[in-house]
């Protein structure tokens, strides 16, 4: 008799385990797709892989400024991503930085957008230090030109803050763009 109730009690024992398991190993698994979904977005731009760090991929969207200093500025929000070439052919590129109309219409905020005389960028390619311009100094809004080598890849991050200048700016001001990685040729 007491063999009996021992053997119930070990199958039940046994069964709950394995539930326990299962749900725990279920979770983490939806729990991390989850957040890996919200940390990066790929974009394929044919022969290039474009990975972006951040749950807003490759749109910026700025507003209530404060005019800041470079330093202060330097150490603002980043924009980061990664681009991969896994071809065997070398591909050139350009990065370009251009006015997300869709989400200015959306906010209404066309009278309220920084001129880009007043906004300074810094970009960071690849772990080298960072340049810091006037966005307006960028000719054609292209940020940067190069040629990644086959199966290679390079690192970039953006930081764009509003200069500390004589003209005062709203604090209802806002500035939105988009991030894209042009391919050439």
Same mark, same amino acid.
């Given at each position: +008799?007491?063999?009996?109730?021992?053997?119930?009690? +070990?199958?039940? %024992?046994?069964?709950?385990?394995?539930?326990?398991?299962?749900?725990?190993?279920?979770?983490?698994?939806? $729990?991390?797709?989850?957040?890996?979904?919200?940390?990066?977005?790929?974009?394929? @731009?044919?022969? +290039?892989?474009?990975?972006?760090? %951040?749950?807003?991929?490759?749109? $910026? *969207?700025? @507003?209530?400024?404060?005019? =800041?200093?470079?330093? =202060?500025?330097?150490? %603002?929000?980043?924009?980061?991503?990664?681009?991969?070439?896994? @071809? &065997?052919?070398?591909?050139?590129?350009? $990065?370009?930085?251009?006015?997300?109309? *869709?989400?200015?219409?959306?906010?209404?905020?066309? *009278?309220? @957008?920084?001129?880009?005389?007043?906004?300074? &960028?810094?970009?960071?390619?690849?772990?080298?230090?960072?340049?810091?311009?006037?966005?307006?100094?960028?000719?054609? %809004?292209?940020?940067?030109?190069?040629?990644?080598?086959?199966?290679?890849?390079?690192?970039?991050?953006?930081?764009?803050?509003?200069?500390?200048s004589d003209f005062v700016i709203d604090r209802d001001s806002h500035y939105h763009a988009i991030i894209k990685v042009i391919e050439e040729g």
């Amino acid at each position: +008799m007491y063999q009996k109730y021992y053997r119930r009690h +070990m199958i039940k %024992s046994v069964i709950i385990i394995i539930f326990l398991l299962a749900f725990a190993i279920i979770s983490t698994y939806l $729990i991390y797709n989850n957040f890996s979904g919200k940390r990066e977005k790929d974009i394929d @731009t044919g022969k +290039m892989e474009v990975v972006f760090h %951040s749950k807003e991929g490759n749109k $910026i *969207n700025l @507003t209530k400024f404060n005019p =800041v200093t470079d330093a =202060v500025g330097l150490s %603002s929000t980043e924009y980061g991503f990664t681009v991969k070439n896994g @071809t &065997l052919d070398s591909v050139n590129y350009k $990065i370009v930085l251009e006015t997300n109309t *869709n989400r200015v219409n959306k906010d209404e905020c066309l *009278n309220n @957008t920084i001129p880009n005389e007043l906004l300074k &960028l810094s970009l960071r390619v690849d772990h080298q230090a960072p340049v810091a311009r006037i966005l307006s100094e960028y000719e054609d %809004s292209v940020l940067y030109e190069d040629t990644l080598a086959p199966n290679s890849e390079e690192d970039y991050s953006i930081r764009l803050w509003a200069i500390n200048s004589d003209f005062v700016i709203d604090r209802d001001s806002h500035y939105h763009a988009i991030i894209k990685v042009i391919e050439e040729g």
